[in-house]
T-cell receptor, first 113, second 111 residues
């Protein structure tokens, strides 16, 4: 089954404790992206990647890092989480070419206390 | 001014009604347009792409007006299962390199 898998689905952590949210897709998509969704602000792009070893900042990259060492994986790293990073996070992937659908993971609800 | 603006609603409509949502975008260089549907606390899923000539998929019709920089979504004969949040998505290119989501319009279809 074609899918984008995020882990964990739910996470409560403390300020300053490094964490990684994993994202994996099995569709051989070149493009992957991370978003955060907050009430009243909608989905905002954090980082995206056009292919292996190619990443770029979205609209709200501060406090986040990403890597794309393999095509299927695009982890989101919070080196020192803060409470303002409490949010619902989505990973998405799509083929680079064409006006096609982006497939989203099921989301990760992160709470930083 | 926000890059993509939507009325957050909620729009409460009776079953069988026709409802329309608009979405305006500020970047005239935008190339690709989509409507996504998001059920509560779940991931967004593509409802339909929006083409310059307008397009229809069953009860759903999408329109693009480049001159006025807005896209619209029309839902005819609303069903209870149409209750969701509808996200307007605008990309600078088909590759999604720079993509902006609207905050979404919440639709509640009432029996």
């Amino acid at each position: 089954e074609a899918q984008v898998t995020q882990n964990p689905r739910y996470l409560i952590t403390v300020t300053g404790k490094k964490l990684t949210v994993t994202c994996s897709q099995n569709m051989n998509h070149e493009y992957m992206s991370w978003y955060r969704q907050d009430p009243g602000l909608g989905l905002r792009q954090i980082y995206y990647s056009m292919n292996v070893e190619v990443t770029d900042k979205g609209d709200v990259p501060e406090g986040y890092k990403v890597s794309r060492k393999e095509k299927r994986n695009f982890p989101l790293i919070l080196e020192s989480p803060s409470p303002n990073q409490t949010s619902l996070y989505f990973c998405a992937s799509k083929p680079l070419a064409g006006n096609t659908e982006a497939f989203f993971g099921q989301g990760t609800r992160l709470t930083v206390v | 001014r926000k890059e993509v603006e939507q009325d957050p609603g909620p729009f409460n409509v009776p079953e069988g009604a026709t409802v329309a949502f608009n979405c305006t975008y500020s970047n005239s260089a935008s190339q690709s347009f989509f409507w996504y549907r998001q059920d509560c606390r779940k991931e967004p899923k593509l409802l339909m792409s929006v083409y310059s000539s307008g397009n229809e998929d069953g009860r759903f019709t999408a329109q693009l007006n480049r001159a006025s920089q807005y896209i619209s979504l029309l839902i005819r004969d609303s069903k209870l299962s149409d209750s969701a949040t509808y996200l307007c998505v605008v990309a600078l290119s088909g590759g999604y390199q720079k993509v902006t989501f609207g905050i979404g319009t919440k639709l509640q279809v009432i029996p």
